[in-house]
């Protein structure tokens, strides 16, 4: 027994609910039950449009049941376009990686900003923004472009059509396309694209090669001070002129004991500015020989910072590690400089990670490897000359495919609001002939 339900719009809706292997009534209702008569209609009505021997099986196993129309669910809902404000986003993609981990020298952040209110329904991921991923973009409706590499670096003094990053942010602002750029943030971060790099090693154990520190102190202020009074009537006059000093935070006092004599010693955080005036009020009471001024350092951050030296859990021969990582990077070559002394046999332990142009990251680490995309000639020698053995994939190849593994933590970072897709037209501009 199976049901099949027709649904007609008339004055006053109404389901018919055909219940098939039951005989029908009558053949009025048999010719109700195939969608072909309305209940007003006649059989006769329809009789120059339907030929009985097509439908007769059909009708002497059909029986119609009316009901009463209530509510009728969708069988398929078509999933509307969700999308999500440029600030908000940004804001997320901050979070996601916090801005202040980039290098000093860098250009981070949001680029090209259309002018606002301006939603996001597809973001749109790439290593490099050139004009034919521009193209790309636009084609597929991109509404904002992350650009691993900041398309703007140097400043420009204008925007013609003259030069090709010129007319990317033409493009952009035409189009109302915004465009983002994280860079050395990515590097800097644990789920980044050094440690993405560094799983093409295998099985190891990675930390940062220069950590990164907090964006701020762990107390208010830059400097703390400390010194001691002899006589409490100095100090009530001294701690009363310290309160008027203002960026001075964490006033304490506790008793202390010097040479046998009772005092008390005064403890505060100043910035940069305050610290002057504090040394000058100081200077004037004759407390200047007694104080203690000490710099106070921004913590490390665990698990970031720039490269990474990757102990792997099992000498590895040289020659294997380059197929490792040939594989991780899907490329057919790579560039292989033997450490002096070194051969495609000699066991590596020790390797030393840093994507795009390593040398700056990697120049003086004690390591068996150096894997990088790129480095000069002289660089390379030097290392060589060291017993170290260098590994260059060419500079895009070393973070490219972090793409595929930002799409998917992106995703999830972003409660799935927004499409995300990966550039198929990026890659390097370097081939092997």
Known sequence: MCLLILFFTTVSPVCLVL???LPASNSQDRLCALGILQSSGTEADLSDR??????????????????????????LVLPSRSFMDLKALVSSLNDFASLSLAESWDNVGLLVEP??????????????LTEDVMQEALQKKADLILSYHPPIFRALKRITWKTWKERLVIR???NRVGIYSPHTAYDAIPHGVNNWLAKGLG???TVPLHPSVAPSYPTEGTHRVEFSVDH??????ILS?????????SLITLPARAEGEEQTRVSLNCTQKALLEVVALLSRNTLYHKTEIMLLQKPLLPHTGMGRLCTLSEPVSLSALTERIKSHLRLPYIRLALGTGKTLEANVKVAAVCAGSGNSVLQGVEADLYLTGEMSHHEVLDAVAKGISVILCEHSNTERGFLSELRDMLATHLENKITI???ESDRDPLRVV
């Open 19 to 21: 219940q098939l292997g």
């Open 50 to 75: 339907l030929r009985t021997t097509d439908i007769c099986m059909l009708l002497s196993c059909v029986h119609l049941i009316r009901r009463p129309l209530q509510c009728i669910q969708p069988l």
């Open 115 to 128: 002018s606002p209110p301006h939603t996001v329904s597809t973001l749109f991921l790439t290593n490099d």
């Open 172 to 174: 952009a602002l035409e």
């Open 203 to 205: 099985v190891c154990t």
């Open 232 to 237: 409490t009537e100095h100090l009530e006059t």
């Open 241 to 249: 002129s310290m309160r008027g000093i203002p960026e001075i935070s």
């Open 421 to 423: 897709i990966v550039s």
